[in-house]
């Protein structure tokens, strides 16, 4: 089993729609939770930090469900530039080896006008 | 501006001819990692470091190299390119701690003939 799995999509919305995301996670010891950005061929980029129950950034809000062992983002009135790839990422801090990042494959999105 | 530096960009190489791809990072970070990213298998980790002096393999290191001799620096080395080695190549940098997000260069791609 992945650590991180992710639906691949492609998800293709019209613009002013709401899309959401999940993320599974598989190691219970995971400690802080991530979304990124990444635009084609170009670097990953954080979008939002995933703390306790979760957070809000203007159309962006995220959360987490550790009973559950998921995360989620949600896009509210979607933009053209929201188009991109959402990279799930999980991190174990652990002592022998500190950081551990768990990627998910990542979902795409395209916002059709 | 806090970055990770990532040199070159592009790169087209032979086989069996050495290369090295620079990374730097101006945020005093004690940790940094080096991924690749291949279509439909997301990000995997080739190496990793802890620290000066302090690297370790991830989940794909074989036929590469790292080394730590300062903290702001960790250059990824290949001996011996091969075709399975032509991919995308990001560096990435953080500081101590669970809740610090991953910071990615702006990648380097790598073709192997």
């Known amino acids: 089993r992945k650590e991180v799995e992710q639906d691949p999509g492609p998800f293709n919305v019209p613009e002013g729609a709401t899309v959401a995301f999940n993320c599974t996670y598989s190691n219970s010891a995971s400690q802080s939770f991530f979304w990124y950005r990444q635009d084609c061929r170009k670097e990953p980029k954080l979008l939002m930090s995933?703390?306790?129950s979760g957070n809000e950034d203007g159309r962006f809000t995220a959360q987490l469900n550790r009973a559950s062992q998921y995360i989620s983002l949600l896009i509210r009135d979607s933009k053209l530039s929201d188009s991109a790839t959402y990279l799930c990422?999980?991190?174990?801090?652990?002592?022998?080896?500190?950081?551990?990042?768990?990627f998910g494959t990542g979902t795409s999105l395209t916002v059709i006008p | 501006e806090a970055q990770v530096t990532q040199n070159p960009r592009y790169l087209i190489t032979v086989t069996g001819k050495k290369l090295t791809v620079t990374c730097s990072q101006n945020?005093?970070?004690?940790?940094m990692s080096w991924y690749r990213q291949d279509p439909g298998l997301g990000l995997r980790q080739i190496y990793y470091s802890m620290n000066v002096e302090v690297t370790d393999k991830g989940d794909v290191p074989e036929g590469y190299k790292v080394s730590r001799k300062e903290k702001r620096n960790f250059p990824l080395i290949l001996e011996s390119p091969s075709p399975n080695q032509t991919s995308l190549y990001f560096c990435?940098?953080?500081?101590?701690?669970?809740?610090?997000?991953?910071?990615f260069g702006n990648g380097t791609r790598l073709t192997v003939t």
């Open positions: 990422v999980v991190n174990a801090l652990k002592a022998n080896t500190g950081n551990q990042f768990y």
């Open positions: 990435a940098s953080n500081s101590w701690g669970a809740r610090s997000p991953l910071h």
């Open positions: 945020m005093n970070h004690e940790y």
């Open positions: 995933v703390y306790s």
